[in-house]
């Protein structure tokens, strides 16, 4: 004896949405999650004059320890997807309560996004941006695409951490907050 199937008739296959794109996005919008700054620069280019590009994202998350991989997603309308597509690493920037306008600005800005910005190279010559909580440098594994985005799994190579401590900038219900411990 097993459970009824609540719907046979749409076995193997997802039923359609019984909710609306807003009520949606309200929904996952309750999810808290830290925010990234995921920089490359546009490989296709030759390296000497090949600009660097950027996005905010809240997506990212572990995978594995072993080997060491992370994933994040695109939407498949940002202009910087062909360049995270076609490069072969990205650095995933953790950022820091402190980093606000960072996160604004690699998520609206249309001009150059690094111009004033502080930030040093990595092995692979992509921006590692300073003060960042952790930083994770990626070799672009595999790409999957899934609805109106693409997920990207990285395998991390280096990573580093702030020394400072600091605290995070989080994302939840459509504002920016930051962390209290519960318990001492
Ligand atoms: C807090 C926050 C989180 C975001 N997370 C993502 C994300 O995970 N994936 C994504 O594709 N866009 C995300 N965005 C939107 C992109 O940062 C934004 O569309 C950006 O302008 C894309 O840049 P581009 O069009 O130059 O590629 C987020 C924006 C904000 C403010």
């Known amino acids: 004896m097993g459970f009824p199937d609540p719907n046979p008739s749409s076995r193997g296959q997802a039923a359609a949405p019984d909710f609306d794109a807003a009520h949606f996005r309200r929904a996952l919008s309750q999810f808290a999650t830290g925010v ?27 995978v594995s320890l072993d080997p060491p991989l992370v994933l994040w997603s695109m939407a498949h309308a940002a202009n910087s997807l062909p360049m995270f597509r076609g490069g072969s690493h990205y650095i995933v920037n953790v ?47 595999s790409r999957y695409d899934e609805g109106d985005h693409v997920i990207f799994v990285g395998e991390v190579e280096r990573c ?19 962390t209290n411990p519960l318990r001492d």
């Not at 990234?36 to 572990?62: E, L």
């Not at 996004?113 to 502080?118: E, I, L, N, Y």
């Open 160 to 178: 580093g951490v702030h020394d400072s401590g600091g605290l995070p900038l989080v994302f939840q219900g459509g504002t920016f907050w930051t």
């Open 36 to 62: 990234t700054v995921i920089t490359t620069r546009a490989f296709r280019q030759s390296p000497a004059d090949a600009p660097f590009v950027g996005i905010t994202a809240s997506s990212f998350n572990s």
């Open 95 to 141: 950022l820091a309560a402190t980093q606000l306008d960072l996160c604004q600005r690699f998520a609206t800005l249309k001009g150059d996004r690094f111009a004033g910005v502080d930030y040093r190279l990595s092995a692979t010559g992509l921006p590692i941006l300073s003060n960042a909580l952790a930083w994770f440098e990626c070799h672009n594994r």
